[in-house]
């Protein structure tokens, strides 16, 4: 599914989606900035590690930066081709969580929650349940991640955690999506941004 549709579909159900615009130049991509601190992504269905691809210019902070990095990322992204340039404002801080969901040919549909970002890979730290997800079961996944302290910081980020889990549940249960990854999602100012979206 493009990004566009899977930010629709997300809407739909309430998430919060941090503010992206596809971008066509550096200068395009200036214009969105507007003077902000920037993140430019290229969104292609051949290279879903996009870090790893070297896909993610971050901390981009004037227009020089910002036009160096469009013109290396557009090269780059020339063997993933087809792709579109993502601009994101940056979020510099936060807490960043992972919910995934996949089809699992006995059980059926699956949610995942864990640490996110650069983290998912390094610590493994997950919860798993079976869809239909309730309030309570999504506390219960929440309460076994090693990681509960940090995501759930407060009474307030473990209620936002719980409601996101629900959410995703009901979503992945009421559409044909086989799979989907919300990774990063960060936990920020006493409200979250998604900044990446997968699905399948």
Known sequence: MDYDKAGLLLNSYGFKIVESKFV??????????????????AITPKAT?????????????????IKRAYNLLTKRAQKFKPFQILA??????????????NTDKQFGKMIVVGLGGIYVEVFKDFSARICPISNYE?????????????????????????????????????????????????MHDKTYDIVDIRML
């Not at 510099?92 to 969580?97: A, L, M, N, T, W």
């Not at 910081?153 to 086989?178: C, G, T, W």
Request: proline share 4%; hydrophobic share 40%; aromatic share 6%.
């Open 24 to 41: 066509t130049s550096a200068d395009d991509a200036i214009s969105f900035a507007d003077g902000r601190e920037i993140i430019l992504k």
């Open 138 to 186: 999504a506390q219960t996944m929440i309460n076994e991640l090693k990681s509960k302290k940090i995501i759930a910081s407060d009474p307030h980020y473990e209620n936002l955690v719980r409601e996101i889990i629900v959410k995703a549940s009901k979503m992945f249960l009421e559409n044909n999506i086989q799979e989907f990854d919300l990774n990063p999602i960060i």
């Open 88 to 101: 994101q404002p940056m979020i510099k801080k936060g807490i960043e969580i992972i919910i995934g969901g």
């Open 49 to 65: 590690h996009k870090s790893k691809n070297g896909l993610i210019f971050p901390d981009l902070i004037n227009e020089e930066e």
